[in-house]
């Protein structure tokens, strides 16, 4: 749980750096409103994001997440939703170390 902490905390700090340069990002509440909606375009958002945020997470630099194989996008996209629903306290941050925390919390790798 502490590393959960530990990474959001990392990846909320790179990301409030990254919003003081003037660069825009989605937020919880941003994701959870299209990920959540009825409308085709809203979810191609979210899956697209969602998508898109994993790809550049899931890599050797993040040796702490073990996806196992066939899990895809959908259900990236679920456990994203539920985590953020989770966290109301930072439903108004960047999305992005949401989506970090949420996949280390259901995917976590098997200590050796």
């Known amino acids: 749980m502490i590393r959960l902490f530990a990474a959001i905390a990392m990846a909320g700090s790179v990301m409030a750096i990254s919003a003081g ?3 825009d990002f ?7 409103k299209h990920c959540q909606s009825a409308d085709p375009r809203s979810q191609g958002i979210c899956l697209g994001y969602v998508e898109g945020a994993a790809d550049q997470i899931i890599k050797p630099s993040a040796p ?3 996806l196992p194989a066939g899990v895809g996008a959908e259900q990236i996209r679920d456990v994203v939703v539920r ?21 280390i919390d259901a995917f976590p790798c098997q200590k050796q």
């Open 26 to 32: 989605m937020t919880g509440t941003q994701i959870l």
């Open 83 to 103: 985590f953020i629903q989770g966290e109301s306290a930072t439903q108004l941050l960047a999305a992005r170390p949401q989506l970090l925390a949420a996949l």
């Open 21 to 23: 340069a003037g660069t």
């Open 64 to 66: 702490e997440i073990c």
